[in-house]
T-cell receptor, first 114, second 112 residues
Framework: GAVVSQHPSRVICKSGTSVKIECRSL??????MFWYRQFPKQSLMLMAT?????????EQGVEKDKFLINHASLTLSTLTVTSAHPEDSSFYIC??????????FGPGTRLLVL | RKEVEQDPGPFNVPEGATVAFNCTYS??????FFWYRQDCRKEPKLLMS???SGNEDGRFTAQLNRASQYISLLIRDSKLSDSATYLC?????????????FGQGTILTVHP
């Protein structure tokens, strides 16, 4: 099956710093990638849709200036959490769309902001 | 009302049991339906798509009732390895094409 990687797998940072998470489709090209967030004991919540070569589309309630998304190539999307705070601590998961409505998920990044 | 609702469980069943999960969705314009499986601290993995005619994949059977906006998953002959959280996932069409909405998940524990 299609493989999606994420880096780093986990990160611990101090409050106020910025953290960049990379999402790569390893064996296919993805025009569209998605970024999700999952808090403990909750389901995945879509944060934004990342489209190669254009601006990301953010879901209601997600601050675009805080969660910067760049999809510069067909195999790479990045999510930067700017000025991270403890409430941003979560499990961030990306997915890449291989074909219509078929998404393959990355292994996720655990962010802990102290 | 949540867009996708599931009974969170947990369901604790012995090996070999049959267990059924239910899910309802609120958006009548939803186009595609899926069951995903998520192991603890891991990413979701697609278990199966759900079609209106119902579909089966080995021990797993999925059903969709569009009129009732209801989706089900039946697992027969449960294995220890089936222990996981099962996520009901819905995709709307139109301007929301491709966007997945996840239910909160149903926790299944299969014990010896």
């Amino acid at each position: 099956g299609a493989v999606v990687s994420q880096h780093p797998s986990r990160v611990i940072c101090k409050s106020g710093t910025s953290v960049k998470i990379e999402c790569r489709s390893l064996d296919f090209q993805a025009t569209t990638m998605f970024w999700y967030r999952q808090f403990p004991k909750q389901s995945l919540m879509l944060m934004a849709t990342s489209n190669e070569g254009s601006k990301a589309t953010y879901e209601q309630g997600v601050e675009k200036d805080k969660f910067l998304i760049n999809h510069a190539s067909l195999t790479l999307s990045t999510l930067t959490v700017t000025s991270a705070h403890p409430e941003d601590s979560s499990f961030y998961i990306c997915s890449a769309e291989l074909e219509a409505e078929t998404q393959y998920f990355g292994p996720g990044t655990r962010l802990l902001v102290l | 009302r949540k867009e996708v609702e599931q009974d969170p469980g947990p369901f604790n069943v012995p090996e070999g049991a049959t267990v059924a999960f239910n899910c309802t969705y609120s958006n009548s314009a939803s186009q595609s339906f899926f069951w995903y499986r998520q192991d603890c601290r891991k990413e979701p993995k697609l278990l199966m798509s759900v079609y209106s005619s119902g579909n089966e994949d080995g021990r797993f059977t999925a059903q969709l009732n569009r009129a009732s906006q209801y989706i089900s998953l039946l697992i027969r002959d449960s294995k220890l390895s089936d222990s996981a959280t099962y996520l009901c996932v819905v995709s709307a069409g139109g301007t929301s094409y491709g966007k997945l909405t996840f239910g909160q998940g149903t926790i299944l524990t299969v014990h010896p």
